[in-house]
């Protein structure tokens, strides 16, 4: 039995503004999982503008413009990603949202790509329908979870770290780079949000961001780049 991104309790989401998950914390220790602060105005701003631009950007996965939020953890991705999403619904786009820490773990942070290509990009950039099964955290451990339908938006927002990777780059209508306030001030939001006991993990995410994005320079290729 799987779940579509049209219900407003499961990811991705869809136009509507929601979390995208149950109620309660399904994931007490996801990696890279969102530093939620509240919208700003300049995000409501800078969502009006990018709207124009995304919606007259050329479709490079199939019939789908697929637009990648990228950054370190706790640099606003997830914030400004929802924010992007009630912009572009309101300008009647139909958008789904759908983050990467339905994928990520510690131990796997960016390995699980090819779930992601072959269950969902594929099939988009065919026009069709795509699936891939959540990872879901019970007790704070990764197991595999429900079945997510994803219809064929006219918009994807891929929101986490690594969505804007350069293996996907050729497949994006817009690279949006959140830059990040310092290593200190993200790592100590994460603490509070996930509790002192997940530090260790946190300070190794940490490190691996920082060794990726030099590899990958995902910031030097953005095309937009906002200051989380």
């Known amino acids: 039995m799987s779940r579509s991104v049209a219900g407003a309790a499961v990811r991705p989401e869809r136009g509507h503004g929601g979390r995208g998950r ?4 399904s994931r007490p220790v996801a990696p890279g999982s ?26 490079r996965l199939g019939p789908v413009r697929l637009v990648a939020v990228d950054g ?13 999403l009630s912009a572009l619904s309101t300008a009647g786009i139909d958008a789904a949202l759908l983050g990467t820490d339905d994928f990520a773990t510690w131990r796997e942070p960016v390995g699980w790509w090819p779930r992601l290509r ?31 339908d994803v219809p064929v938006p ?12 350069r293996s996907v780059a050729s497949r994006l209508s817009a690279l949006i780079w959140m830059e990040p306030p310092d290593s200190a ?17 946190l300070l190794r995410w940490q490190r691996f961001e920082r060794v990726w994005f030099r590899s990958d320079r ?8 906002l200051r989380g």
């Open 218 to 225: 995902t910031g030097q290729r953005a095309d937009f780049v």
């Open 22 to 25: 149950p109620a309660g914390r």
């Open 118 to 148: 072959e269950g969902v990009l594929d099939p988009l950039s065919r026009g069709r329908a795509g699936r891939y099964r959540r990872t879901e955290w019970p007790g704070g451990v990764p197991v595999p979870g429900a079945l997510i």
């Open 154 to 165: 006219e918009v994807l927002l891929l929101e986490g770290v690594s969505s804007g990777r």
């Open 34 to 59: 969102p530093v939620v602060r509240p919208p700003r105005a300049a995000d409501s701003e800078t969502a009006a503008s990018l709207v124009h631009r995304v919606g007259r950007s050329a479709s």
């Open 72 to 84: 370190p953890s706790g640099a606003g991705k997830s914030t400004f990603a929802r924010v992007l």
């Open 185 to 201: 001030t993200r790592l100590e939001r994460a603490v509070l949000r996930d509790g002192a006991e997940t530090r260790p993990e």
